[in-house]
T-cell receptor, first 115, second 116 residues
Framework: AQSVSQHNHHVILSEAASLELGCNYSYGGTVNLFWYVQYPGQHLQLLLKYFSGDPLVKGIKGFEAEFIKSKFSFNLRKPSVQWSDTAEYFCAVTRFSGGYNKLIFGAGTRLAVHP | SAVISQKPSRDICQRGTSLTIQCQVDSQVTMMFWYRQQPGQSLTLIATANQGSEATYESGFVIDKFPISRPNLTFSTLTVSNMSPEDSSIYLC?????????????FGPGTRLTVL
């Protein structure tokens, strides 16, 4: 069965530190990859996505992610985090089944950024 | 992206009762999805609701427990039936984007359900 693994469940950083959140998926076919973010008290928002083309994709708020097909990975990065980046981050992969794309989510990573 | 609203935003219910959650979208969409996010866990797809047809349920979810309606292209309901404390979760609906974003899902604010 297709699955998504996020290696870090909790990450604590100081402001201006660099961030990298790992995401690996298990599916050999064509995939669409997503990172969603859930800020405290807010609903799930799309951060960035990869369908095809340049494997380095840029999203909102200075985030980027790199798709490495050989490693089945789609890690999220930000060179310098801010306190406002405190949130939960979810990696997700679509699986085409039954005529439509189904999202499979990772367990999520809680990021806390201290001033 | 579509604007999605859900009602109620939260509720506290007694064991054995049922709750119907509404999801309203500000534009017509073909596919709507219902997810559950249990405390401290990730999102799990419950079912997919396509207007004009029966909902399609994922493994581990059944229609008797989670009946879904999809009367038109902007609205859907999910009912959590005969609730138990294990049903305490956040329930979210999502829709596929339009135009060039049909492969992307956008989420509503969620309904936080607590069952006593």
């Amino acid at each position: 069965a297709q699955s998504v693994s996020q290696h870090n469940h909790h990450v604590i950083l100081s402001e201006a530190a660099s961030l990298e959140l790992g995401c690996n998926y298990s599916y050999g076919g064509t995939v669409n990859l997503f990172w969603y973010v859930q800020y405290p008290g807010q609903h799930l928002q799309l951060l960035l996505k990869y369908f095809s083309g340049d494997p380095l994709v840029k999203g909102i708020k200075g985030f980027e992610a790199e798709f490495i097909k050989s490693k089945f990975s789609f890690n999220l990065r930000k060179p310098s985090v801010q306190w406002s980046d405190t949130a939960e981050y979810f990696c997700a992969v679509t699986r085409f089944s039954g005529g439509y794309n189904k999202l499979i989510f990772g367990a999520g990573t809680r990021l806390a950024v201290h001033p | 992206s579509a604007v999605i609203s859900q009602k109620p935003s939260r509720d506290i219910c007694q064991r054995g009762t049922s709750l119907t959650i509404q999801c309203q979208v500000d534009s017509q969409v073909t596919m709507m999805f219902w997810y559950r996010q249990q405390p401290g866990q990730s999102l799990t797809l419950i079912a997919t609701a396509n207007q004009g047809s029966e909902a399609t349920y994922e493994s581990g979810f059944v229609i008797d427990k989670f009946p879904i309606s999809r009367p038109n292209l902007t609205f859907s309901t999910l009912t959590v039936s005969n609730m138990s404390p294990e049903d305490s979760s956040i329930y979210l609906c999502s829709v596929e984007g339009s135009g060039t974003s049909t492969d992307t899902q956008y989420f509503g604010p969620g309904t936080r359900l607590t069952v006593l």
